[in-house]
């Protein structure tokens, strides 16, 4: 069975700082998305990352996914407070029809 | 843009009512999903349908039912609310089988009593 684990759970930070998010995975997949939800809305999708050594980068937040560790991370530089939002990862599980197994989310809290 | 909307943003019900969440996306998208989505569980997939008429079971669907009579829309029926529904309902579609990004619905928070 596949799991997906995100820490931290919850994270206040202040501007201007770095922090990264963790996103561990219990079974092989090569596939990893990162979502974002802001308060009362849905989520939006980030980066999809589809193999090992993969990175993406938008704006403050880069991605990266190490299939061999099961690890990605999702690093943010120099926060701002519109970065404010509940990071989610998903994980493809292979064959399974594909089907996203997500971890709990991150809520990250930035403060001016 | 793709757009995924949903029938109702909330939604208030009593236990034992039959209850029709109703999913409708406008990017000829294959696959559609629906999820519930409760705090400190991250998203649970109840349904998935990667055709018309065809549907898949997916980790939670007791108590659910689905229909998806057009390739555009995608029902999630409650066939008798329970006080343990009370939950956000996130539809989702994609466009092709496999690899591909899910895009979401603005969700129903639905309250059961």
């Known amino acids: 069975e596949l799991k997906v684990e995100q820490n931290p759970l919850f994270l206040s930070m202040q501007e201007g700082k770095n922090y990264t998010i963790y996103c561990n995975y219990s079974?092989?997949?090569?596939?990893l998305y990162w979502y974002r939800q802001d308060p009362g809305k849905s989520l939006e999708s980030l980066f999809v990352l589809l193999s090992n050594g993969a990175v993406k980068q938008e704006g403050r937040l880069m991605a990266s996914l190490d299939t061999k560790a099961r690890l990605s991370t999702l690093h943010i530089t120099a926060a701002v407070h519109d970065l404010s939002a509940t990071y989610f990862c998903?994980?493809?599980?292979?064959?399974?029809?594909?089907?996203?197994?997500w971890g709990a989310g991150t809520k990250l809290i930035i403060k001016p | 843009d793709v757009k995924v909307t949903q029938s109702s943003r909330y939604l208030v019900k009593r236990t034992g009512e039959k209850v029709f969440l109703e999913c409708v996306q406008d990017?000829?998208?294959?696959?559609m999903f629906w999820y519930r989505q409760d705090p400190g569980l991250g998203l649970r997939l109840i349904y998935f349908?990667?055709?018309?008429?065809?549907?898949e079971k997916g980790d939670i669907p007791e108590g659910y039912s689905v229909s998806r009579e057009k390739k555009e829309r995608f029902s999630l029926i409650l066939e008798s609310a329970s006080t343990n529904q009370t939950s956000m309902y996130l539809c989702?579609?994609?466009?092709?089988?496999?690899?591909?990004?899910?895009?979401f619905g603005p969700g129903t928070r639905l309250t059961v009593l």
């Open positions: 349908s990667y055709d018309v008429k065809m549907k």
């Open positions: 079974t092989t997949s090569d596939r």
């Open positions: 990017m000829d998208h294959e696959n």
């Open positions: 998903a994980v493809v599980l292979m064959d399974s029809n594909y089907q996203l197994i």
């Open positions: 989702a579609s994609s466009k092709d089988r496999g690899v591909d990004t899910q895009y």
